[in-house]
């Protein structure tokens, strides 16, 4: 493998247009993306891999980009259509975005690992980015809430995140292997990025993964991570609730304590200048930039930024 790669750990929004940012900045084949698939799910009687498909469509130009999940200009009239059979409508899956799900579980059925079904998926789209799933064995991450455990759609979606979480764990991440690629991802590349996504249940699915997590500690790589929390507060998603209800500081330095002893690089934001001091108390080298990815633009910066940050480590 080519020792210029970057190697990132992603899921969710924040991740994808982290991605759009580096693409920008590195040319595609460069790129190795370790998604989460502990958010999976079945719809309907597919196979649905939100995170894996946001990447695929952000990078693709395709995504929604008033929701950043989904393809831009879809419409919904097959889950308008199955409430007529007594389907709820609490998963908004789109009529073209079925498609994904639809070739997606018709490849599973016939015995192709995950791992091909991306390269297939990412390949169809024209894309020259490496997508790997975190695992070819499935993991979902499940929420404890005061009443029970949930599925995480059905805590992000259904329930939008209005339970207090008590604690996480991934079913089946004990008998999961990490997929073909992704454990050389971690140790070749140049540099690998924890994408600004929830700690908990965007990274921390991958992490749970048996040798991921050992993989990235003993990496030689540049590790880097980029706060997804910024004045205290988060761009998008539950990760300021879930730091909060599982008793961490709901800020930049709080996202830092998470990733001691796998990070050299912590990415915050101008606006949390004050606790560059502190994060390197850890162990690990502060960058302070510009880090809220509102335009094209900014997004690039950011990029361009660690990219530089990177390339002048020795």
């Known amino acids: 493998m080519d020792r210029a790669m970057y190697t990132v750990l992603a899921g969710g929004v924040g991740a994808s247009r982290f991605l759009q940012g580096l693409a920008m900045a590195v040319p595609q084949h460069q790129i190795t993306v370790i998604s989460n698939t502990g958010d999976d799910l079945e719809f309907a009687g597919l196979h649905v891999s939100p995170d894996t498909d946001i990447v695929i ?26 409430q007529r059979f007594g389907y709820e409508r609490w998963f908004n899956l789109g009529d073209r975005d079925l498609a994904m799900a639809l070739h997606r579980t018709r490849r599973l059925r ?26 070819d064995d499935p993991v979902r991450t499940v929420v404890q809430g005061p009443e029970g455990d949930l599925p995480f759609q ?35 590349a140049r540099a690998v990025i924890l994408a600004p996504s929830n700690p908990f249940v965007s990274i921390g699915p991958i992490l749970a993964v048996p040798g991921v ?14 706060s997804p929390i910024i004045a205290g507060q988060v761009v998008k998603g539950p990760a300021a609730k879930m730091l909060a209800s599982l008793g961490h500081e709901v800020s930049a330095l709080g996202v830092a ?47 361009e930024a660690i990219v530089a940050a990177v390339e002048a480590a020795p």
Do not use: C, Q
């Open 154 to 188: 059905e805590y992000m979606v259904r329930l939008r995140t209005e339970v207090e979480v008590r604690g996480l764990r991934f079913a089946g991440a004990d008998a999961a292997r990490p997929a073909p690629g992704v454990l050389e991802a971690l140790r070749e």
């Open 57 to 82: 469509y952000a990078l693709a130009g395709a995504v929604n980009p008033e929701t950043g999940w989904g393809l831009a200009g879809d419409t919904f009239h097959v889950v308008e259509a199955l």
């Open 257 to 303: 304590r998470l990733y001691r002893g796998l990070v050299d690089l912590f990415v915050l934001d101008t606006a949390d200048a004050e606790l560059a001091p502190a994060v390197e108390e850890l162990g690990m080298r502060a960058l302070v930039t510009e880090t809220l990815m509102s335009t094209p633009e900014r997004k690039r910066a950011l990029a």
């Open 110 to 135: 016939e015995g192709w690992a995950m791992h091909r079904v991306v390269a297939e998926l990412v390949a169809a789209w024209g894309l020259a980015v490496r997508i790997l799933p975190m695992s």
């Open 213 to 226: 997590r050992e993989a990235l500690g003993a990496s030689p790589a540049r590790r880097v991570a980029v």
